[in-house]
């Protein structure tokens, strides 16, 4: 069974800095992998995603990971955050076809942008 | 082009009632997905739709339930409400069974 790990609850950072928010994940199988994103009280948006190919993958807003199969990991990094990105973050996987549909989420981490 | 829509945007409820929440889908996306996200259970996976069909259903008693109309909206029910169903109930949709783009939501809460 697939399984998400996002090893931060909370991430504060200033503005302008960096980040990277860490999601490790466990998978028998192939797998298929995404960050997505939710701003207080809205649903959630797609940041980007890693079906196969390259594995530096780059999504809106400034924001990439790199999926690395051998420490089964897909951080997402952004070199400069502003106050806009404050948001919960979350990092799901699916197995393909093996999933049934099921997406399996992370249990989140809060990004939290300070000037 | 329209994202996924949902409505109602609010539903409040009391306990033992049925709640009926709606979906539809990106133009041309077939399947359909709902998942709810309550306090302190993170985001769980409900139910999975496509053609018409229920193809998965997560962990949850029979009581949820739901169903997907020839246009490919689907419709959520949930039946005998209880206290711990408030939560954000998210629907997403695919063409098929890879990206999921979400909706905004539909917040119920059961008094």
């Known amino acids: 069974a697939q399984s998400v790990t996002q090893l931060d609850s909370q991430v504060p950072v200033f503005e302008e800095a960096p980040v990277e928010l860490r999601c490790n994940y466990s998978?028998?199988?192939?797998?298929?992998l995404f960050w997505y994103v939710q701003y207080p009280n809205q649903g959630l948006q797609l940041l980007l995603k890693?079906?196969?190919?390259?594995?530096l993958v780059k999504g809106i807003n400034g924001f990439e990971a790199e999926f690395n199969k051998s420490q089964t990991s897909f951080h997402l990094r952004k070199p400069s955050v502003h106050i806009s990105d404050t948001a919960e973050y979350f990092c799901?996987?699916?197995?393909?076809?093996?999933?049934?549909?099921?997406?399996?989420f992370g249990q989140g981490t809060i990004l939290t942008v300070h000037p | 082009e329209a994202g996924v829509t949902q409505s109602p945007t609010h539903l409040i409820k009391t306990r033992g009632q049925q709640a009926t929440l709606r979906c539809s889908p990106i133009?041309?996306?077939?399947?359909v997905y709902w998942y709810q996200q309550a306090l302190g259970l993170g985001l769980q996976f409900l139910l999975w739709?496509?053609?018409?069909?229920?193809?998965n259903r997560g962990n949850f008693p029979p009581r949820f339930s739901g169903r997907q109309f020839p246009n490919y909206s689907s419709e959520l029910n949930v039946n005998a409400l209880e206290l711990e169903d408030s939560a954000l109930y998210l629907c997403?949709?695919?063409?098929?069974?890879?990206?999921?783009?979400f909706g905004p939501g539909t917040r119920l809460t059961v008094l």
């Open positions: 997403a949709s695919s063409p098929r069974s890879d990206t999921q783009y």
């Open positions: 998978s028998s199988v192939s797998v298929y």
């Open positions: 890693y079906l196969s190919g390259s594995t």
């Open positions: 799901a996987v699916s197995e393909g076809p093996a999933s049934y549909g099921k997406l399996t």
């Open positions: 133009s041309g996306h077939t399947s």
């Open positions: 739709y496509d053609e018409g069909e229920e193809r």
